[in-house]
């Protein structure tokens, strides 16, 4: 192990290279459910060049290689499952090319959410890119590499419908250009060739390591503005989101129901965002939306919500913090959900197995969904604040979790960046021939099993 | 249960039927109003019923007494006529569910005492400025007041729960209290009379007591010398008995409340109910008017009683570059001087 501490220091500063048990510890977790596990040494690269020699060194090794951004992912999948080598991109920050006429960036892999909002607000005030809802210490690549969802995937789908072009270090270490950027020096799409993207996105870093990544950016509108319906019957949720959708004239809708504070409590809320460039563009589809859905309204069924001032403010924050503030309503520092991908027309049965497992266990909840495209899919998060002082807490939450993934599948749903006992239940239910389909391409790009093992792995 | 007083021959021999001829959102001449009181009397549907915008204004054109407004809210809910939908009822019923934070919001407080309702964001500007820093507060959904549920379609709510909240706030032993908010001033007036729910203290508007603070300070006012536009709450409706407290804190401190065509019994409603009933354009339609009213009188400021109407027309009255600001912020900057 020594060696490779030493190997590891000749291709990087000592001082990015660490295998002291504080720092390892770090590592070894995140603010989730999974069990830790210390990795070997934690190592902090600055070039895609040095990325490629430690990822040469683990395949020579034959030891286990994890990269990782935010490590916020909350469902353990850049725990270290197997020990190892955890890269740790976030020194590779910059932001390398902006096309305003093109409108997509390119920038290093361990960009944070937070760092390019700054630099697009102060550098390129007229664009934008799909915000997560994640701490802004999140890196964009993390968010994307597990199919995030943003405040512009209700207009333009997942986050990661919206890459141009990646580079990416295989795991036997060649470095490989993906999209436009292959052939030209323009990273603007991944189209018309054939789409190798997805031998990446979606893989938990099992395939690869991306360093770089090309991303649309989007119109910045100077004005925005939010409208909350809400509704008491869940059945209505989903005629809600089609009416809305089919008039085209939301930025983002995402959905919201939770016990906890009273004013919340038995109302199921549906968000609208909507942007212009003047009053008149704003308030031109506010009205639509509002028109959209009088029959709820005379119904007495459905209605706008009034909100203060602070209330409309901390909704349109990006990415909210609210979220934050409800992650902590137990106390203790745990929060972790399961946000399966569904039909929208599945909202009602996915809330109510909600209630049925949080009355079951006796735990709390926040439910919060995200429409994604134009109601083609929606993310519904089954959200469980715990405190770790409590391993009787503890205990009730990994069970709610448990069935919770059950309930997803049940449904016609796909559990949304799964653990790996979640990942174990999708491959389980999937389809053989399209598991045999990952398996063989996961042998051709990564012979020695070192990528991120554990995750995506049939036994 | 408590009854509401309501006199059938008062309204019978009513010579005008101002409560409803003078509603500023249903258009009804006097022979319907006629027609449409008797029914609600009698118990029987009205379309007053259904268009009514919750406003509280006929409780002031009533120059009787007979209580209209509480006659229509009551009969919504025994009708189960829903002024807004089931969604925001629902949450109006939640807002005063009382939290760990609610609980004894007033230990150590001493006459005089002030009642924030459940505005905690004026918590620190009564804590800790000097023209109130003889006050102590309380605060929280103890001590909330309920008549809100006018606006939803369910004042027994009210009744059955404002007994237990005056005995929150009389089994401190306070004599006194001034109330912040308008609308509890209001309750503890004209509601606890209306359905002679007992008051076993003295509640003041927080307009009287500003006023009396005024003038103890006289000497420090630097006049604003500003036109201003006052914009009327709901419940302002209930008790304009207390309405000359507005003037004379405007003489006092040389602000000019302008003519115009929608103040006094006249003002338009702020807006926010008539949202949350979901008349977007006759929202939008009371707003412009109420604003475009303001502007054509000059005003500097509108000024507001209300932290909901505040809520509601500020940025529209900011958009427009009329200076939107609360009563008791006007005032402090009389005394403090517009650098502040």
């Known amino acids: ?459 | 249960m408590y009854e509401l007083k309501i006199d059938e021959k008062t309204c019978e021999t009513c010579p005008t039927f101002d409560c409803l001829v003078r509603c500023q959102y249903i258009d009804i001449d006097k022979d319907t109003a006629k027609t449409e009181m008797k029914k609600m009397i009698s118990g029987e549907d009205s379309f007053v019923l259904h268009d009514c915008v919750t406003c509280y204004a006929c409780e002031e054109y009533c120059k009787r007494g007979n209580h209209p407004f509480y006659l229509i809210t009551d009969l919504q809910e025994e009708r189960g006529i829903l002024p807004m939908p089931k969604p925001l009822k629902t949450q109006f019923v939640n807002i005063s569910v009382p939290t760990r934070r609610d609980i004894i919001q007033f230990y150590g407080a001493e006459e005089p005492v002030i009642s924030l309702c459940l505005f905690p964001q004026y918590t620190r500007l009564f804590s800790e400025e000097k023209l109130f820093e003889e006050l102590s507060i309380i605060i929280g959904r103890y001590f909330f007041c309920h008549l809100m549920y006018l606006h939803s379609g369910n004042p027994s709510l009210i009744r059955e729960r404002l007994p237990k909240i005056i005995d929150n706030i009389a089994n401190h032993g306070f004599k006194e209290v001034i109330f912040f908010h308008d609308e509890c001033y209001s309750t503890l007036t004209s509601y606890t009379t209306a359905y002679s729910i007992e008051v076993p203290f003295k509640p003041i508007h927080f307009n009287e007591y500003l006023y009396n603070k005024l003038k103890d300070q006289q000497t420090k006012i630097q006049p604003l010398n500003a036109k201003v536009a006052f914009q009327r709450n709901c419940s302002a409706r209930l008790t304009p008995n207390v309405e000359d407290f507005v003037d004379d804190i405007f003489n006092l401190i040389g602000a000019e409340r302008v003519e115009r065509q929608y103040d006094r019994e006249n003002a338009l409603c702020c807006g926010g109910i008539i949202r949350g009933q979901q008349r977007y354009d006759l929202f939008v339609d009371v707003q412009t008017r109420n604003v475009d009213d303001m502007l054509n009188a000059g005003v500097e400021y509108c000024v507001f009683q209300c932290p909901a109407c505040f809520d509601s027309l500020s940025e529209k009255v900011a958009e427009k570059g009329i200076k939107p600001i609360m009563m008791h912020d006007l005032c402090l900057l009389a005394i403090q001087g517009s650098d502040k």
């Open chain 1, 1 to 459: 192990m020594q060696s490779i501490y030493k190997s590891l220091t000749k291709i990087v500063d000592e001082e990015f290279v660490s295998n002291q048990k504080e720092e390892l510890y770090i590592y070894s977790q995140d603010p989730g459910m999974m069990e830790p596990h210390e990795p070997d040494f934690v190592v902090m690269p600055k070039t895609t060049e040095e990325v490629q020699e430690i990822v040469k060194l683990a395949n020579k090794e034959k030891i286990p290689i994890v990269p990782v951004g935010g490590s916020l992912s909350l469902s353990g999948l850049v725990i270290p499952h197997q020990g190892g080598i955890v890269v740790d991109l976030r020194r590779m920050d910059q932001v390398l090319e902006v096309n305003e006429e093109s409108r997509y960036i390119v920038f290093e892999a361990g960009l944070t959410t937070g760092k390019l909002k700054a630099y697009l607000e102060k550098y390129h005030p007229l664009l934008r890119f799909s915000i997560p809802d994640a701490p802004p210490s999140a890196t964009v690549v993390g968010n994307i590499v597990i199919h995030g969802q943003g405040r512009l995937t209700q207009q333009y789908g997942f986050n990661s419908d919206m890459v141009t072009g990646m580079e990416v270090v295989l795991p036997t270490g060649e470095v490989c250009k993906i999209g436009s950027g292959s052939v030209s020096p323009y990273w603007f799409s991944l189209a018309p060739l054939p789409d190798l993207a997805g031998l990446f996105l979606g893989w938990f870093g099992t395939t690869g390591i991306i360093t770089k990544m090309g991303l649309k950016l989007y119109p910045k509108k100077k004005l925005r503005d939010i409208e909350v319906f809400a509704v008491e019957d869940p059945n209505l949720v989903p005629d809600v989101i089609q009416r809305v959708t089919h008039t085209e004239m939301s930025e983002d809708i995402f959905t919201g129901a939770q016990p906890y504070p009273p004013v919340f409590k038995d109302i199921i809320m549906i968000g609208i965002l909507l942007t212009g460039d003047s009053k008149e563009e704003l308030e031109f589809k506010r009205k639509m939306i509002w028109d959209a859905l009088q029959c709820h309204i005379d119904s007495k069924e459905g209605g706008f919500m009034m909100m203060t001032p602070d209330v409309k403010q901390d909704l349109l924050e990006m990415p909210t913090s609210s979220t934050t503030r409800f992650a902590d309503v137990k106390k203790g520092g745990g929060f972790e959900y399961c946000g399966p991908i569904i039909p929208v027309e599945k909202f009602p049965e996915a809330f109510t197995r909600l209630l049925e497992i949080t009355k079951k266990y006796g735990i709390t909840f926040g439910n919060a969904g995200r429409v994604i495209g134009r109601s083609h899919s929606m993310m519904f998060s089954f959200g469980y604040p715990f405190n770790r002082a409590d391993p009787e807490n503890i205990e009730r939450t990994k069970n709610a979790l448990h069935d919770t993934n059950v309930a997803s599948l049940d449904i016609g749903g796909v559990p949304w960046k799964p653990e790996v006992p979640a990942q174990k239940m999708i491959m389980e239910k999937m389809d053989k021939s399209t598991l045999e389909l990952m398996q063989r391409i996961k042998k051709v790009l990564d012979p020695n099993g070192i990528m991120n093992p554990g995750n995506w792995e049939v036994e």
